[in-house]
């Protein structure tokens, strides 16, 4: 019944929000349902680790090994950002009814988030992945300006349009799995009968599924909401965005990926990924807006998972879930650290904000160290999954597919370095206020000490359960052997 209870409590918070009684009511409630919620997903991979899967409705609602790491990412990043909220909107002096109106939506969106990986029947993971643009929605346009404002209709936009797209796929799906002589409609359902479907409809069927959940993810040329989003909703929410919304979506398309034997789909992976990754490296070059510059990172990093899972192998599909990893961890790290910045600088003009180290130390290190983490640096959990997919990738003899991933990431290291070289280094564009204008709240130091141990940590040492529970995400993304 745990696993049951566990999408219940961000409900129950969102419940008791929107009551009158202060602002404390509502962020003490958000903070303790996403932490209570943290720990009980930490029980589950615990059991899931010894289990190898926990269901309390069979077929409905049950873990493997890699809904149990995405529902564990989802949890801690939602936990970090919940604590982050609470300094955050308290430095922009956020009126009480907004404060209660953000923990609303805020519960809601976090609700939908778990309720992703618990459930196994793609028709509602389905619901449940719309359910995080409609939750998120109002979050994107919380600041009501005219950017925040434009940028949530082209957010919603293109969700509702992907949402049809992946629906249809789904349905096609359906009809392929009934055709087999298939039970019931699940994740496991549909790999179980995947040898026994027509192949050109499951291959419509994803195709459709990858096109529909392909915006939502990031792709490219699907990404056009993504920089617009992340620049405009507060940095707590980026961090939900970028570290585990466009996850969640990547976590279905990825579902599907054992109905096929290695071949022309895994190629399109590859293909689709490398689009993604060259065309953000390249534009992290020319961005001027350091939330924006994270944004084109996250469309980096969601081509390098597709595209290593494309690989096919085991090994190849390890390698992905370890990238999943980091990037959950460092880019919730990262937007946080941007979002101190954003408090010291008072901007995201990258040509205005300079001198942050002068201005704050503290929040300059944690930028720098954000850079470096994000880009891949070492001793950080990203560059032992990145080192792990170029390893993988010369192993497999996919050379060229290597070298152009090399390339692709070096650029991008060196562009998000750039930029942030200058941000933190440079000299101000005005004298440097005084540090007691800069006084920041507790709660936002404390999450960026929370955020950045695991990025670290996980770069030097990675515990045996951890890694068996890698091993059991990597394997529910290879087909059942074939009789």
């Known amino acids: 019944m745990m696993l049951v209870v566990v999408p219940l409590l961000p409900l129950a918070a969102a419940l008791v929000s929107p009551i009158r ?50 529902l564990l990412l989802v949890t801690f990043v939602a936990a970090t950002a919940a604590l982050f909220s609470w300094g955050y909107l308290d430095a922009h002096e956020t009126p009480a009814d907004r404060v209660r109106l953000y923990g609303l939506h805020f519960n809601l969106f976090v609700f939908a988030l778990v309720l992703v990986p618990v459930l196994g029947e793609p028709a509602l993971v389905w619901i449940a992945i719309e359910f995080t643009a409609v939750f998120s929605v109002l979050l994107v346009a919380f600041d009501n300006t005219h950017e925040a404002l434009e940028a949530a209709w082209k957010y919603i936009a293109l969700m509702f349009m992907g949402a049809a797209v992946a629906l249809l796929g789904f349905f096609i799906l359906f009809w392929a799995q009934q055709q087999a002589g298939g039970g019931h409609y699940s994740w496991d359902g549909l790999r179980a009968v995947a040898a026994a479907m027509p192949p050109r409809v499951v291959m419509a069927g994803f195709l459709l599924v990858l096109v529909g959940f392909g915006v939502k993810s990031g792709f490219v040329p699907l990404h056009t909401w993504l920089p617009d989003a992340h620049s405009q909703a507060p940095s707590p929410v980026c961090a939900l965005l970028s570290g585990v919304k466009t996850m969640c979506a990547l976590y279905a398309i990825l579902r599907l990926v054992p109905l096929f034997p290695l071949g022309r789909v895994h190629a399109w992976m590859q293909a689709i990924g490398l689009v993604s990754i060259g065309t953000a490296a390249f534009l992290l070059l020319q961005v001027r807006d350091y939330k924006r510059m994270f944004a084109y990172s996250t469309v980096e990093h969601m081509g390098i998972i597709l595209a290593t899972v494309g690989l096919g192998g085991p090994a190849a599909a390890e390698a992905a879930v370890l990238q999943m990893l980091g990037h959950a961890l460092t880019k919730s790290f990262c937007f946080f650290a941007a979002g101190v910045a954003l408090l010291v600088l008072g901007t995201r003009d990258i040509a205005r904000a300079r001198g942050l180290l002068r201005r704050s130390p503290a929040a300059g290190v944690a930028l720098l160290v954000g850079a470096l983490a994000i880009g891949g640096a070492p001793p950080f959990v990203l560059f032992v999954s990145e080192f792990t997919i170029v390893r993988t990738g010369l192993t497999s003899h996919h050379y060229l597919f290597t070298a152009l991933l090399v390339i692709f990431v070096t650029v991008a290291f060196f562009g998000i370095l750039l930029h942030v070289n200058r941000i933190v280094f440079g000299p101000p564009a005005a004298s440097p206020t005084d540090a007691a204008h800069h006084r920041l709240p507790v709660s936002c130091w404390l999450t960026l000490a929370v955020a950045v141990t695991p990025v670290l940590v996980l770069g030097v040492y990675q515990p045996a359960a951890l890694q068996r529970l890698v091993t059991l995400a990597g394997a529910a993304l290879l087909p059942l052997p074939r009789p």
């Open 21 to 70: 009684g202060g602002r404390r009511l509502a962020q003490t409630a958000t903070l303790a349902a996403a932490t209570t919620t943290f720990v009980l997903a930490v029980v589950l991979a615990a059991r899931v680790v010894r289990d190898s899967r926990v269901v309390a409705i069979p077929g409905w609602v049950e873990l493997d090994g890699l809904s149990a790491l995405v």
